[in-house]
């Protein structure tokens, strides 16, 4: 069993940057993929970032080059780091974890944390 808690979310002015922590506890960490999701009022989940085990990288076309994903795995935590930020990326952000080499296996989620982008 993984537990997962994100922190970092907040009210932040189009422009600016937050971090977004995704800290895990019961698990070997390095052997899971993590995913960002987000969510915003009235719209589906969508897949933001991903860092596999091997620490590959991939973003939807919307944060390239503004968002990056990585993690530590000596703290157990991944991050996603948030520059340039706009209007449109105010959403619940989610963190999940899995191992991809483990088809049909468990997924983890986070209970999400709020970023609010606004002047």
């Known amino acids: 069993q993984v537990q997962l808690v994100e922190s970092g979310g907040g009210l932040v002015q189009p422009g600016g940057s937050l971090r977004l922590s995704c800290a895990a506890s019961g698990a070997i960490f390095s052997i899971y993929a993590v995913d960002w999701y987000r969510q915003a009022p009235g719209k589906e989940r969508e897949l933001v970032a991903t860092?596999?085990?091997?620490?590959?990288?991939s973003y939807v076309d919307s944060v390239k080059g503004r968002f990056t994903i990585c993690r530590d795995n000596a703290k157990n935590t991944a991050y996603l780091l948030m520059n340039r930020l706009k209007p449109e990326d105010t959403a619940v952000y989610y963190c999940?974890?899995?191992?991809?080499?483990?088809?049909?296996?468990?997924?983890?989620w986070g209970q999400g944390t709020q970023v609010t982008v606004s002047s």
């Open positions: 860092i596999t085990s091997g620490r590959s990288t």
């Open positions: 999940k974890a899995y191992n991809r080499d483990y088809v049909g296996g468990p997924e983890y």
